[in-house]
């Protein structure tokens, strides 16, 4: 592609994601999920007919995937690099000030999913412990030190496995509530996995929350050394 082809098809997907019901849709799929056509059409607000037609430009701008399950049709993101565009469009929609301070509601900003990993400030937190244990190596783009190698297997994270998928192995993840990276790639969405199973927290079916369980907590703190009282 040519610097004109690459201009278009930049305004082509940023036209796709400037419709306010489109960024509705996109943005509700950022926990995960995948939702049927109807239930899209209630997050943006519109008519069954109007949400297909908004549906299929974003599918056939490659920013939505169809999931085809017997008479039912299902939508998600198309995959992690959408996920993080979208992330990174919510900071820069943000008012860019001298001293930042979130507006976003407590439970949503304390842990969350950005897709298919943790974001919020237990997923900061958790990012720095990483960094400062040793454990990440690598700037913005992440391998594991030896120890964090063994420490993320003692959790339960088949990290052998994790090297052969098709995706970047571990990268920072701008946090758009904090304002400060958190930890994405194959690695993160394991990460969130093993939490999950380990029922240290808990992941809405209707939004991006996450709950910390007592479990959680205790084990986090334990862990890790982040505390998180009243959470």
Request: with cysteine; hydrophobic share 45%.
């Amino acid at each position: 592609m040519n610097a004109h082809d690459d201009d278009a098809a930049l305004s082509q997907i940023a036209g796709a994601i400037a419709e306010p019901a489109r960024t509705k849709m996109l943005c509700s799929l950022m926990d995960g999920h995948a939702r049927t056509s109807t239930e899209m059409a209630v997050v943006a607000g519109v008519s069954t007919s109007t949400a297909s037609a908004h549906l299929a430009r974003l599918k056939d701008d490659g920013l939505l995937k169809l999931h085809t399950q017997g008479r039912h049709r299902y939508y998600s993101l198309a995959g992690p690099p959408v996920a993080h565009a979208i992330e990174g469009l919510m900071v820069i929609s943000r008012t860019a000030s001298k001293t930042f301070v979130s507006k976003t509601p407590n439970r949503l900003q304390f842990a969350r999913t950005c897709y298919d990993h943790m974001a919020g400030t237990l997923a900061v937190q958790l990012h720095d412990y990483f960094i400062g244990a040793g454990w990440l190596m690598g700037d913005g783009v992440y391998q594991l030190s030896v120890p964090g190698e063994t420490a993320m297997i003692e959790l339960g994270v088949e990290v052998a496995a994790l090297r052969t998928q098709r995706r970047r192995f571990a990268c920072a993840c701008l946090d758009w509530s904090m304002r400060r990276p958190h930890l994405a790639g194959a690695l993160g969405a394991a990460f969130l996995r093993c939490v999950i199973r380990r029922e240290w927290v808990t992941q809405d079916l209707d939004s991006r929350a996450l709950g910390l369980t007592a479990k959680g907590r205790k084990a986090i703190a334990d862990r890790f050394g982040i505390e998180t009282v009243g959470q």
